[in-house]
């Protein structure tokens, strides 16, 4: 720390004494009080100083606790960069990214508490179409455990990395590699920490014209782990995998097609579990989705849990301008790299897709999305409207899968108790067993379950602006999910005690099953077909000063716990004519059905100065991408809480 | 000692009343590198922090490709950086070219440069003059903001007595 304090001591007297001295701070405070104990309160404090060409960077961070992460009260991250004819060096917290990400892609999402900077030093060259870049440090990588807000675990690297990029005319040509020593503490501390040796090589390829764009990314991965052990090959731990990543772009006046294609291959595992193993992609390793960033909150809710280690996939979107009408149409097709079958329950072996596109067996996990959207202005670019519809199909985890022969050993013995004529062996029964009836049969078993979700959702925005400088807005999303277990077969499972799987009459006219049991149970405990999701807000803001949203979010149904909700706000029972609430008989033993459903909040957002904002929001969210006043961002959900937020720059 | 560190930061801040951005290396949609002064030497400069997931950013990009074509002769430039990450990034240059938006767009997939310029919520515009000093900066975009950066462009250009083609709007 005292070290730390003569270096920027040192820093801001060099930066006082050299004759272009620039200074520049911003400020970015967050404060959450709610009743279920979702509070926070963190302070971030940037300062830049940069003088000729040499820049500095400061970031302090006070919170207790913040949202997501550690309670911290010091300097979080720190860099001071020189750059001059060609060459750049920077010392401290480094975040570099190359080519698409499928080797190094570095960044800091205090959203989602990741990090996976380097502290270290960067060394760069870039003269002409040559750019040498070396990076070398560590990396201290806390991940999300089993706590929605504090981390539980963490990834320490030793790294180095090293690019060569070539630009020729409209073409540019990298080779990056990434050597990491890691020690790798696995999820939940189940297992014991892995020391673990990481080596990645990747090619990068560029083509950018006018008319048409193509990228293509290829890296490949070596990954062993240290053994103790005399008798053990440490080649016997090598894991070895790959990543791919197309895209493909063609732009027509004003229309584009963008296609991309993906193929990650490092680790595979049946169903959605993955394994917390050595051969998994590494954390600085953040490559594309291949899939629509939504930015309507029910359809950010549905976000497929990309599986980095093993998917490959496809998608097509296209954008054009008809007049002042624009219109967007997207396709994505996503799925593992194999098929799985059980052999006995627990018991997967793995088929590889045979082509390079990706499967539709409900074992390699499918995810199939199509979003079509149509935007633009009329009366005179006073009326902004925007009307999407979006499907999604994806088949979660597959329970077991099984589609092959089963044997049916009824073999018996018939026993021959008579006594032989040795008499030593008078007393025992000798068993003959020489004749036997074998009566094994094999017939046919399937017996596949899985988890399928299917939801479609119309998000739709509409916005007057007035004379006056003062607009006002009204959106509604509306979405209908289906969440379901889905029983094909004739089989309805797997007894573990007779190592066989369960039929009802397996040599006649069995039945045979395809039926969908639906995981989706309301406020009751009922079961229900469909979960109906809503959100209504209204908005009227006063450019440039300040802007109120009111959200109405409701649904009908839950496919997890079911939360319970004795904090209902007075936003909601305002709406609901619930009068008593404000005569201080707010019943939170027994509060009302209709509240435990709904969510309502208001926001309001208020431009002290240009540079300077301050937004208040009160009442209850259920969580999720959330879009207001004109920011987007990710809310954690919480009831009847406040939320002050406050960022200044100077 | 260290929070007296951190006093003198904030004391030199505050007493930096117009700040000043730092020249960087930027990267353009099209593949080439430049630098961000390079855009100064015509005129101010409108930086504008946006993503293809932003729908509050797209609604004001509309109006800067308009200001950036109409005071084009005066030497302003509009700048949009694309803070879409690399697993988005391919996406950036279909959304612009269905636009047919004329401004200048770069790429910043770590965000270093939108930390560079403070640039703490989405979106965030800055207006920078000549010789690099923020004129204005706006975070987040209400229907009609796009008035006050109008605003701040036309004093600009009457502070320095320069001529400029009236801008029509429709809701100033």
């Known amino acids: ?650 | 000692m260290f929070k007296k560190t951190i006093y003198i930061y904030l004391f030199l801040s505050v007493i930096n009343a117009q700040e000043k951005i730092p020249d960087m290396p930027i990267k353009l949609l099209d593949g080439s590198n430049t630098r961000l002064y390079e855009f100064l030497k015509d005129g101010p400069v409108i930086i504008d922090f946006w993503a293809t997931w932003c729908a509050p950013c797209k609604k004001l990009m509309k109006h800067l490709n308009k200001f950036h074509t109409h005071f084009s002769d005066n030497g302003l430039k509009v700048l949009a950086i694309s803070t879409d990450t690399p697993r988005s990034m391919g996406k950036v240059k279909s959304y612009i070219r269905s636009k047919n938006y004329e401004f200048f767009v770069a790429v910043d997939p770590n965000q270093q440069v939108m930390k560079k310029l403070k640039a703490e919520l989405m979106p965030t515009t800055i207006i920078v003059d000549r010789e690099g000093m923020v004129l204005y900066r706006h975070q987040g975009y209400y229907p009609g903001d796009e008035n006050k950066i109008l605003k701040q462009i036309t004093d600009y250009y009457n502070a320095l007595d320069i001529d400029y083609k009236p801008y029509q709007t429709t809701t100033l």
């Not at chain 1, 272009?20 to 100083?49: M, P």
């Not at chain 1, 920077?90 to 989602?112: C, H, M, P, S």
């Not at chain 1, 207001?628 to 919480?638: D, E, L, M, Y």
Request: include cysteine; hydrophobic fraction near 35%; charged fraction near 20%.
């Open chain 1, 1 to 650: 720390m005292k070290n730390r304090n003569s270096i920027f001591l040192f820093l801001i007297l060099t930066f006082l004494y050299s004759d272009d001295f620039n200074v520049s701070s911003s400020i970015k405070s967050g404060y959450c009080s709610s009743y279920d104990f979702y509070d926070f309160s963190e302070n971030l404090l940037d300062v830049n100083l940069f003088s000729n060409n040499v820049f500095a960077w400061m970031q302090y961070e006070y919170s207790n606790p913040p949202e997501i992460g550690f309670p911290l009260n010091d300097v979080r991250k720190f860099r001071i960069e020189y750059s001059a004819a060609g060459l750049s060096l920077k010392a401290g917290d480094i975040y570099e990214f190359w080519g698409r990400g499928l080797l190094l892609n570095q960044f800091d999402d205090q959203v989602t508490n990741f990090d996976n900077g380097t502290r270290g030093l960067f060394f760069e060259y870039n003269k002409g179409p040559l750019i040498l870049s070396h990076l070398n440090g560590h990396s201290d990588i806390w991940l999300m455990g089993q706590d929605a807000r504090i981390p539980g675990y963490n990834n320490k690297h030793n790294m180095m990395a090293t690019r060569i990029h070539y630009d020729w005319n409209k073409v540019s040509l990298g080779l990056t590699q990434l050597k990491s020593n890691e020690i790798h503490e696995k999820a939940l501390n189940i297992n014991p920490t892995a020391i673990l040796n990481h080596n990645l090589r990747g090619t990068y390829l560029s083509f950018i014209s006018d008319n048409v764009d193509m990228f293509f990314e290829y890296v490949d991965k070596i990954s062993a782990e240290k053994v103790d052990g005399f008798d053990i090959n440490p080649n016997d731990t090598l894991k070895r995998g790959h990543g791919v990543y197309g895209n493909f772009n063609i732009y027509l006046g004003s229309w584009a097609l963008s296609t991309e294609y993906k193929r990650y291959a490092f680790d595979a595992s049946h169903t959605d579990f993955t394994a917390d193993d050595y051969g998994n992609r590494i954390n600085f390793q953040q490559m594309p989705t291949v899939a629509k960033e939504h930015n309507d909150a029910l359809l950010g809710r549905l976000v497929h849990n990309y599986n980095y280690n093993d998917e490959r996939g496809i998608q097509f979107e296209i954008n054009g301008s008809m007049g002042s009408l624009s219109l967007l149409a997207q396709y994505a097709h996503l799925s593992r790299n194999h098929t799985w079958q059980d052999t006995a329950r627990n018991n997967w072996v793995s088929k590889p897709i045979d082509n390079y596109l990706p499967g539709s067996d409900p074992s390699s996990l499918p995810y199939v999305e199509n979003y079509f959207e149509t935007s633009g202005y009329s009366f005179n670019d006073r009326l902004y409207f925007k009307i999407g519809l979006g499907n999604n199909k994806e088949v979660l985890k597959t329970n077991w899968f099984f589609n092959g022969e089963q044997r049916d050993v009824s073999s018996y013995y018939v026993y021959d108790t008579t006594y032989n004529e040795y008499d030593y062996y008078e007393d025992f029964p000798i068993i003959d067993s020489s004749e036997f009836f074998d009566t094994t049969q094999y017939y046919q078993v399937e017996s596949k379950m899985w988890q399928e979700s299917k939801a479609f959702t119309i998000p739709m925005e509409f916005n007057y602006s007035m004379n006056n400088g003062y607009t006002i807005g009204v959106g509604f999303q509306y979405q209908e999910r289906n969440f379901y277990d889905r029983l094909k077969g004739n089989s309805s499972g797997y007894n573990t005690s007779d190592s066989a799987w369960v039929m009802e009459n397996p040599y006649g006219d069995t039945e045979y099953f395809d039926l969908k049991t639906s995981k989706l149970r309301n406020r009751d405990y009922d079961d229900v077909d469909m979960q109906i999701n809503r959100i209504l807000y209204l908005s009227i803001s006063h450019a440039p000063k300040w802007s109120l949203t009111i959200t109405h979010d409701w649904t009908n149904a839950y496919d997890g716990p079911i939360p319970n909700d004795p904090y209902y706000n007075p936003l909601e029972a305002l709406l609901y004519g619930d009068f008593q609430y404000f005569l201080g008989k707010r019943n939170s033993v027994a509060p009302p059905a209709w509240v435990q459903n709904r969510w309502v909040s208001a926001e309001f957002s208020y431009n002290i100065t240009p540079s300077q904002r301050l937004s208040v929001m009160y009442g209850s969210i259920q969580g999720g991408l959330f879009c207001s006043n004109g920011i987007c961002r990710v809310i954690p959900p919480f009831n009847d809480g406040i939320k002050l937020s406050y960022s200044a720059s100077f």
